[in-house]
C-alpha cells in the first residue's frame, strides 16, 4: 500500500472497521462515502480530496486489508533464540512460552476478521505474497529453535510443506477462536505445536520417513518381522518394489535390508539368498532398463542416424529413465560414487554392472573417427562427462520434463554456448 497522510489514513480504517463491525450492513447498503466521513469525523469534501472516486477508496481498502505489517524473518529469529536461551535450549517451555506470548494476536478478533476480508476482497496476488511473508517467519522460526541441533525434517516433509502446515495449523486455531474463543488455549495451541515438531522434525540423524512414527493399526502380529507371513508369489518383485519406496523414503546408505524385507513380507534370510546386498538389488531393478536403452542405441546404429542424433536419443531416454525411477537412480549415483572411491559392497560392483555411460562411447569413437565429433577426450571419459552431467541435471531439476531436461544438456554439450554468426 502507498504511503497516505494522517487524514487519508483515518478514512481507511473507518472503510476497514465498517467492515468489520457490520458486514450485514455493507452488504444490504454498501460501503457508503456518508458512514466512512461520519466514522472518521471528517467532511464530504475532505474525502472526495483523498479520493477522487469511490473505486479509488475501496482499492485503498483492500490494500490496507492484505497490507499488513509483520516482523522481519531475522526479528523472529531473535526472539526465538532469546527464548530457548532463557529455557537452556529446552524446546518445551520455548514454545509454550513463545505461543502464550504470541497468543492474543493469535485470537485477536479484529486481526482474524481482517484476514477473512482479505481472503475475499484482496487481490489474489497480495494475498499470496502475505502467505509467502508467513512461510518465511515459520521456517525463521524452525531454524532458530533447532540451530544448536542437527535437525533434519523427515520425508516427505520439505521447508515448504512444513511452513505451509505450520501456518494452516494456525489459521485453524484462529478460525475456531473466532467462533468458539473458549475451545482454543495457549495449552492447545502449543501441545499442538510441538506435536506437529516432534513428529516432522528428526533429530536422530537417521534421515527418519514420516512413517516411522506411525505404526501398525491392523493386526499386531503384522508388525512383528518373527511372525510368518504368506510368501509373496514373487518374492522377487516384492523386493524390488519394496527397496523402491524404502530408497525413496531414506536414500542409499539409510535404507537397511532388513526393513526391506519386513516391508516385501519375504523372510529375511531369503531375501540374502535373492539379493546378497543393496547393489544386487539395484542391478535387478535397472537391468532390464539398461539393457533396453543399450537397444535402442544399437538400432539408431543400425538405422544410420548420425552421431550427434544418436546422442540426443540417448540423452531423452536416460532422461526418462531417471524420472521414471528417481529411487533407484538416485540411489545409483551414489552407489557409483561409492565404487569409485571405495570397495564395491559384496564385491559386486554396480558401476560395472550398470554402465550406462559405455552405452554411448562406441558411438562418440565413431564420431571422432568421422571427424564430426571434437578429439577433445577420450571416448570413455567424453561418455561419463555426458551421462553424468545429464544425471546431475535431471536429479537437481525434478520439476523439468525428461524432455527439457535432455534438451538443455543436449544443446550445452552437443552444441555448446558459443553464439553462431
Same mark, same amino acid.
Given at each position: @500500500?502507498?504511503?497516505?497522510?494522517?487524514?487519508?489514513?483515518?478514512?481507511?480504517?473507518?472503510?476497514?472497521?465498517?467492515?468489520?463491525?457490520?458486514?450485514?450492513?455493507?452488504?444490504?447498503?454498501?460501503?457508503?462515502?456518508?458512514?466512512?466521513?461520519?466514522?472518521?469525523?471528517?467532511?464530504?469534501?475532505?474525502?472526495?480530496?483523498?479520493?477522487?472516486?469511490?473505486?479509488?477508496?475501496?482499492?485503498?481498502?483492500?490494500?490496507?486489508?492484505?497490507?499488513?505489517?509483520?516482523?522481519?524473518?531475522?526479528?523472529?529469529?531473535?526472539?526465538?533464540?532469546?527464548?530457548?536461551?532463557?529455557?537452556?535450549?529446552?524446546?518445551?517451555?520455548?514454545?509454550?512460552?513463545l505461543v502464550e506470548k504470541t497468543f492474543p494476536s493469535l485470537?485477536?478478533?479484529?486481526?482474524?476478521?481482517?484476514?477473512?476480508?482479505?481472503?475475499?476482497?484482496?487481490?489474489?496476488?497480495?494475498?499470496?505474497?502475505?502467505?509467502?511473508?508467513?512461510?518465511?517467519?515459520?521456517?525463521?522460526?524452525?531454524?532458530?529453535?533447532?540451530?544448536?541441533?542437527?535437525?533434519?525434517?523427515?520425508?516427505?516433509?520439505?521447508?515448504?510443506?512444513?511452513?505451509?502446515?505450520?501456518?494452516?495449523?494456525?489459521?485453524?486455531?484462529?478460525?475456531?477462536?473466532?467462533?468458539?474463543?473458549?475451545?482454543?488455549?495457549?495449552?492447545?495451541?502449543?501441545?499442538?505445536?510441538?506435536?506437529?515438531?516432534?513428529?516432522?522434525?528428526?533429530?536422530?540423524?537417521?534421515?527418519?520417513?514420516?512413517?516411522?512414527?506411525?505404526?501398525?493399526?491392523?493386526?499386531?502380529?503384522?508388525?512383528?518381522?518373527?511372525?510368518?507371513?504368506?510368501?509373496?508369489?514373487?518374492?522377487?518383485?516384492?523386493?524390488?518394489?519394496?527397496?523402491?519406496?524404502?530408497?525413496?523414503?531414506?536414500?542409499?546408505?539409510?535404507?537397511? @535390508?532388513?526393513?526391506?524385507?519386513?516391508?516385501?513380507?519375504?523372510?529375511?534370510?531369503?531375501?540374502?539368498?535373492?539379493?546378497?546386498?543393496?547393489?544386487?538389488?539395484?542391478?535387478?531393478?535397472?537391468?532390464?532398463?539398461?539393457?533396453?536403452?543399450?537397444?535402442?542405441?544399437?538400432?539408431?546404429?543400425?538405422?544410420?542416424?548420425?552421431?550427434?542424433?544418436?546422442?540426443?536419443?540417448?540423452?531423452?531416454? $536416460?532422461?526418462?529413465?531417471?524420472?521414471?525411477?528417481?529411487?533407484?537412480?538416485?540411489?545409483?549415483?551414489?552407489?557409483?560414487?561409492?565404487?569409485?572411491?571405495?570397495?564395491?559392497?559384496?564385491?559386486?560392483?554396480?558401476?560395472?554392472?550398470?554402465?550406462?555411460?559405455?552405452?554411448?562411447?562406441?558411438?562418440?569413437?565413431?564420431?571422432?573417427?568421422?571427424?564430426?565429433?571434437?578429439?577433445?577426450?577420450?571416448?570413455?571419459?567424453?561418455?561419463?562427462?555426458?551421462?553424468?552431467?545429464?544425471?546431475?541435471? $535431471?536429479?537437481?531439476?525434478?520439476?523439468?520434463?525428461?524432455?527439457?531436461?535432455?534438451?538443455?544438456?543436449?544443446?550445452?554439450?552437443?552444441?555448446?554456448?558459443?553464439?553462431?554468426?
Open positions: @500500500m502507498n504511503e497516505h497522510d494522517a487524514s487519508t489514513i483515518q478514512f481507511i480504517d473507518a472503510g476497514v472497521r465498517s467492515l468489520i463491525d457490520n458486514p450485514r450492513g455493507v452488504l444490504e447498503r454498501g460501503l457508503r462515502s456518508e458512514d466512512i466521513v461520519n466514522q472518521a469525523g471528517a467532511s464530504q469534501a475532505t474525502f472526495f480530496r483523498k479520493f477522487s472516486t469511490k473505486s479509488d477508496f475501496i482499492d485503498s481498502v483492500i490494500g490496507r486489508l492484505t497490507g499488513v505489517r509483520r516482523q522481519s524473518a531475522d526479528d523472529v529469529r531473535q526472539a526465538v533464540g532469546s527464548q530457548l536461551k532463557s529455557n537452556h535450549n529446552f524446546l518445551r517451555p520455548t514454545v509454550i512460552a485470537v485477536d478478533g479484529t486481526s482474524a476478521a481482517t484476514q477473512f476480508l482479505a481472503l475475499v476482497h484482496g487481490n489474489r496476488n497480495a494475498v499470496k505474497d502475505d502467505y509467502i511473508r508467513r512461510d518465511q517467519l515459520a521456517l525463521a522460526a524452525y531454524e532458530a529453535l533447532f540451530d544448536n541441533a542437527d535437525a533434519a525434517l523427515r520425508r516427505p516433509f520439505t521447508t515448504r510443506s512444513f511452513a505451509t502446515t505450520v501456518n494452516a495449523l494456525l489459521d485453524g486455531f484462529r478460525v475456531r477462536a473466532k467462533i468458539d474463543p473458549g475451545s482454543v488455549t495457549p495449552a492447545i495451541v502449543s501441545d499442538a505445536v510441538l506435536a506437529l515438531l516432534g513428529a516432522v522434525v528428526d533429530t536422530s540423524g537417521e534421515h527418519q520417513h514420516l512413517d516411522d512414527m506411525v505404526g501398525f493399526t491392523a493386526d499386531p502380529a503384522l508388525a512383528d518381522p518373527a511372525v510368518a507371513r504368506p510368501l509373496p508369489r514373487d518374492p522377487r518383485a516384492a523386493i524390488i518394489a519394496a527397496a523402491r519406496a524404502e530408497l525413496g523414503k531414506r536414500g542409499y546408505f539409510m535404507t537397511r @535390508m532388513d526393513e526391506i524385507a519386513d516391508n516385501a513380507s519375504v523372510p529375511r534370510d531369503a531375501l540374502k539368498k535373492l539379493f546378497p546386498t543393496k547393489p544386487h538389488i539395484l542391478v535387478a531393478a535397472l537391468q532390464s532398463r539398461v539393457d533396453a536403452l543399450r537397444e535402442a542405441v544399437a538400432d539408431d546404429i543400425l538405422i544410420g542416424l548420425d552421431e550427434i542424433s544418436i546422442i540426443d536419443n540417448f540423452l531423452l531416454r $536416460c532422461a526418462q529413465l531417471a524420472a521414471d525411477e528417481s529411487a533407484f537412480m538416485d540411489a545409483l549415483l551414489v552407489a557409483v560414487a561409492h565404487d569409485t572411491y571405495g570397495e564395491p559392497e559384496g564385491l559386486l560392483s554396480v558401476k560395472q554392472k550398470l554402465n550406462i555411460p559405455a552405452i554411448i562411447g562406441p558411438v562418440i569413437q565413431q564420431g571422432q573417427d568421422k571427424g564430426s565429433l571434437a578429439l577433445i577426450g577420450s571416448p570413455v571419459d567424453l561418455a561419463a562427462g555426458i551421462t553424468n552431467t545429464l544425471l546431475m541435471r $535431471c536429479f537437481t531439476r525434478r520439476g523439468v520434463s525428461p524432455e527439457e531436461n535432455a534438451t538443455f544438456i543436449g544443446d550445452l554439450l552437443l552444441r555448446g554456448l558459443q553464439q553462431s554468426r
